[in-house]
């Protein structure tokens, strides 16, 4: 249940003038549109007030959006339960967040001369909403008069159900609120700075104002979010746990939802299996953005019927820490397997006769899918690319030998020579070359690498995993299925060399310097899906 009572942080007139499904007088009943022009002017005023335009808003906080289990009304709890999707942001994290998130983005320049902020006791608010005002034709709005006084720092869009046989979601904005009165003038100001503006709904639930195209509307999801909000929905809860800490902005969607509502205009339109299939393997998905004084991170989930596997340990720890590229999945030929009946499925609804197409694949190569996919996936697949002798002339070049670059094989070491000679003696017959790549037979599978030397360094044991670069953006590395890892600081000069002599301008040139390294991680974990992208910085 959601409460009406105003955090303890909201002075101003009493809630009690406008109790939840109760309309406020302003706005003028009006028939609904869903031709796009009232979706419009609805997100065009909460750009002014919340400053979703740009995504900048992202660039100035590091904070829990929800707060969904601490004390004060929050964005979710204002919003009906049987939301499609939600986008919410805060404005006012706390000190050691949002400093957190200043020391990252002040590494680049460009921050810096875009958004003005160094302060991380400056009005966030105040200087966003300032900059979206430039870019409207409201003159005569105040943030100090006129926005000011009653704006709070939460801001949501959701997606509501469509009524009336549309197929197009409802826009529901929920802004969070100090002063109703102020509130409601604010917002009649800012609409009448557009003279074709039609009048819109609004009606209070909890510590916040919802914002929608009809004053019908806006009264039915005030009193549907006082008795099930959002954050009383158990799905949405299991969802934001799975992400772990929230930050400076979360979006979660119900896909399979989504999906029977859109799927008259979906190009899979007419196609019930695959739509099922669809339905079932993304169910939901939830997305958090965060900040660490060091680096950035957006984390998502997704939950559906994909299986879980037993996998051995991510190799890509083992590598030379010279590595500057590397690629790496465990567990991949269980993952096929256990994926493969509806990886078949799924092709053969769109009407790819599949068994008569491996069939001539094997006919013509002598390889069999899936069996061959899935030796040469094995216990662990891994690319990498070291940073030894790599220059600018070297990634420049057209000789692959002159590179440190490699594949790495650990599964049934028998069975990937017999795949590996297959693919020689085609490669020899079809285009009449030699393989110009090294073999290197290993205790556990197959090395093939651009040279000896690197074969030979690929076929080893390093420590990656242990340098700085690496832990900066891979956590648990050998407990993921999937990890992608760039080594920026490894091949920095190498590249900026590159970019300059392409003509990179220098304000690009300065805002690549500070990064030191990126990476994507994935695994799966009972019916979630966890993935990671973070990017880091030089302290």
């Given at each position: 249940?959601?409460?009406?009572?105003?955090?303890?942080?909201?002075?101003?007139?009493?809630?009690?003038?406008?109790?939840?499904?109760?309309?406020?007088?302003?706005?003028?009943?009006?028939?609904?549109?869903?031709?796009?022009?009232?979706?419009?002017?609805?997100?065009?005023?909460?750009?002014?007030l919340a400053v979703v335009a740009g995504g900048g808003v992202f660039a100035f906080v590091a904070a829990d959006p929800f707060n969904l289990f601490k004390s004060g009304p929050q964005a979710a709890e204002a919003i009906p339960s049987d939301a499609l999707f939600y986008v919410s942001v805060?404005?006012?994290?706390?000190?050691?967040?949002?400093?957190?998130?200043?020391r990252f983005l002040n590494h680049f320049p460009a921050f810096?001369?875009?958004?003005?902020?160094?302060?991380?006791?400056?009005?966030?608010?105040?200087?966003?909403?300032?900059?979206?005002?430039?870019?409207?034709?409201?003159?005569?709005?105040?943030?100090?008069?006129?926005?000011?006084?009653?704006?709070?720092?939460?801001?949501?869009?959701?997606?509501?159900?469509?009524?009336?046989?549309?197929?197009?979601?409802?826009?529901?904005?929920?802004?969070?609120?100090?002063?109703?009165?102020?509130?409601?003038?604010?917002?009649?100001?800012?609409?009448?700075?557009?003279?074709?503006?039609?009048?819109?709904?609004?009606?209070?639930?909890?510590?916040?104002?919802?914002?929608?195209?009809?004053?019908?509307?806006?009264?039915?999801?005030a009193a549907a979010?006082?008795?099930?909000?959002?954050?009383?929905?158990?799905?949405?809860?299991?969802?934001?746990?799975?992400?772990?800490?929230?930050?400076?902005?979360?979006?979660?969607?119900?896909?399979?939802?989504?999906?029977?509502?859109?799927?008259?205009?979906?190009?899979?339109?007419?196609?019930?299996?695959?739509?099922?299939?669809?339905r079932s393997t993304y169910q939901r998905a939830a997305m958090t953005f965060r900040?660490?004084?060091?680096?950035?991170?957006?984390?998502?989930?997704?939950?559906?019927?994909?299986?879980?596997?037993?996998?051995?340990?991510?190799?890509?720890?083992?590598?030379?820490?010279?590595?500057?590229?590397?690629?790496?999945?465990?567990?991949g030929a269980n993952r096929l397997a256990a994926s493969w009946g509806n990886v078949k499925k799924a092709l053969q609804q769109s009407g790819v006769s599949l068994d008569t197409e491996l069939q001539k694949l094997e006919d013509q190569t002598g390889l069999s899918v899936p069996a061959d996919l899935e030796t040469v996936l094995g216990d662990n697949l891994m690319f990498a690319v070291d940073g030894t002798g790599l220059t600018a002339g070297t990634i420049q070049g057209s000789d692959p030998t002159k590179l440190n670059a490699g594949v790495r094989f650990t599964g049934d070491k028998d069975a990937l020579l017999a795949i590996y000679n297959k693919i020689d003696t085609l490669v020899h017959d079809q285009f009449g070359v030699d393989n110009?790549?090294?073999?290197?037979?290993?205790?556990?599978?197959?090395?093939?690498?651009?040279?000896?030397?690197?074969?030979?360094?690929?076929s080893g044991s390093g420590t990656l995993g242990n340098s700085d670069a690496f832990t900066s953006v891979v956590s648990s590395a050998a407990d993921q299925e999937f990890v992608l890892f760039f080594n920026f600081d490894g091949v920095e000069s190498q590249l900026l060399e590159t970019a300059q002599n392409a003509g990179a301008p220098s304000e690009v040139l300065d805002n690549l310097r500070p990064l030191q390294a990126l990476a994507l991680t994935s695994s799966t974990q009972g019916s979630y899906t966890h993935s990671s992208f973070v990017v880091s910085v030089n302290d």
């Open positions: 249940m959601s409460s009406t009572t105003p955090p303890p942080d909201m002075p101003g007139p009493s809630w009690e003038q406008l109790p939840p499904g109760q309309s406020w007088n302003g706005p003028v009943e009006s028939p609904p549109s869903r031709g796009g022009s009232r979706l419009a002017r609805a997100l065009v005023i909460a750009v002014a805060d404005l006012d994290p706390s000190a050691e967040q949002k400093i957190s998130a200043l810096k001369g875009v958004s003005g902020v160094t302060d991380a006791k400056a009005d966030i608010r105040k200087t966003i909403v300032e900059k979206a005002l430039e870019s409207t034709r409201c003159g005569d709005v105040s943030y100090e008069k006129d926005i000011a006084p009653w704006l709070g720092n939460k801001f949501a869009v959701a997606g509501m159900p469509a009524t009336g046989g549309s197929t197009s979601p409802i826009p529901l904005i929920a802004l969070e609120v100090s002063d109703v009165k102020d509130a409601r003038a604010g917002l009649d100001k800012l609409a009448a700075c557009d003279a074709s503006s039609k009048p819109f709904g609004v009606a209070s639930s909890g510590g916040y104002l919802l914002v929608t195209e009809t004053q019908a509307e806006a009264d039915r999801y979010a006082s008795s099930a909000s959002l954050a009383d929905n158990k799905d949405f809860q299991a969802d934001m746990d799975a992400l772990g800490d929230l930050g400076v902005a979360t979006a979660w969607v119900n896909v399979s939802d989504a999906i029977n509502l859109l799927s008259a205009d979906l190009p899979l339109a007419g196609r019930a299996a695959q739509l099922d299939t669809l900040f660490a004084s060091s680096h950035a991170e957006l984390a998502s989930v997704f939950y559906g019927d994909t299986p879980s596997i037993e996998h051995a340990d991510n190799q890509i720890g083992s590598l030379p820490n010279t590595t500057v590229f590397a690629v790496s999945e465990a567990g110009p790549f090294v073999k290197l037979e290993t205790s556990d599978g197959l090395v093939i690498a651009s040279n000896d030397t690197y074969a030979r360094t690929l």
